[in-house]
């Protein structure tokens, strides 16, 4: 396992030059069943293919940074996801080449401003990319500390 004051440069190699990562909006199934029905469980007419949005380095930190809430928010949401470190370039990889680009595996508190990701129209980066959003760690596990994938507690 690596420290958590390696993970935000780990991370932030990981990233394209851009400055941005490219993130699966609808990371599974549950998601995209979650985004095709409203509240009353009737299908709302939204897509169930999975969509992107980005989300900007200035918003990687260590585990413990303080989190900043930007001017104006008003529902500020979280998730924990597992995020992964892509180690080395890859362009059209393959799925049984994918796990040989992967660094490792970290912990990610995903915060959203959700009145700007969904009120405001157009792209989910609005809500996604605030500075500090995206605090990493407090280790990042390499692919062969890793048992079984499919089976990870967070």
């Known amino acids: 396992m690596v420290a958590d004051e390696c993970i935000v ?3 932030r190699a990981g990233f394209n030059p851009a400055g941005a990562a490219d ?7 549950l998601h995209r069943t979650e985004l095709s029905r409203s509240r009353s469980g009737k299908p709302n007419g939204c897509s169930t293919r999975t969509s992107h949005f980005f989300k900007s380095t200035s918003a990687i930190v260590g585990p413990n940074d303080p989190l900043r809430i930007p001017r104006g928010a008003q529902k500020i949401d979280w998730e924990v996801e597992l995020a992964v470190v892509v180690g080395k370039k890859a362009s059209y990889v393959s799925e049984d080449q994918a796990l040989g680009h992967v660094a490792g595996f970290v912990l990610h508190n995903d915060y959203s401003e959700r009145s700007f990701q969904l009120a405001r129209g157009g792209q989910w980066v609005k809500g996604k990319s605030a500075d500090t959003f995206a605090p990493l760690g407090p280790f990042l596990a390499t692919p062969g500390e890793v048992a079984n994938l499919a089976n990870l507690a967070m």
């Open 23 to 29: 993130l699966p909006a609808q990371q599974d199934r």
């Open 9 to 11: 440069g780990a991370a």
